[in-house]
């Protein structure tokens, strides 16, 4: 009986080598599967917080399109930008304004100037030798198609005189 306890006996340690063994087996599975799980929970995590972001974000864009859309009209626009040029347009109008009443200022002193001038020359005294008579034939004798120079000739003046003539009557 001494061998089968002792078979007894080693079936008993043998067996409870195996319990632990299953039982060392067990432990280092279980915590396999739970460095697994931890992962797949840090992953599921993430994912997770990356659904509230998104999520987030899209209810901000979708804020922002109704702000953008309600914003302005077409119409509003095309009014706003009416208004801008205007506003752009208007101080070049007036400068405009003003610079056209300076040039029609400067043009009537001119105009004055020059009437003033041509009253001056009028009243210069006229040479001796031209006479009334003699403008008449300057005049008639240039219409004529005859020269500057024949006409100074044939009346025994400058040709200076002649041209003054003509000038002062408006013809040349």
Known sequence: MNLEAINVEYLVIAMAIMILYLIYYVFTKDSEYNKNIRSVATVAEELNREIFYLKKQLSDTQVSIKKNTNRMSDDEIYQEVERTVYDM?????????????????????????????????????????????????IISLYKQGVTLETISKELHISKAEVEFVLKINKIK
């Open 89 to 137: 347009v208007k101080p070049i109008s007036l400068s405009l304004k003003r610079l056209e009443e300076s040039i029609h200022t400067i043009d009537e002193h001119i105009n004055l100037r020059i009437s003033s001038l041509e009253s001056g020359v009028k009243q210069i005294s006229i040479p001796a030798s031209i006479h009334g008579n003699d403008d008449e034939k």
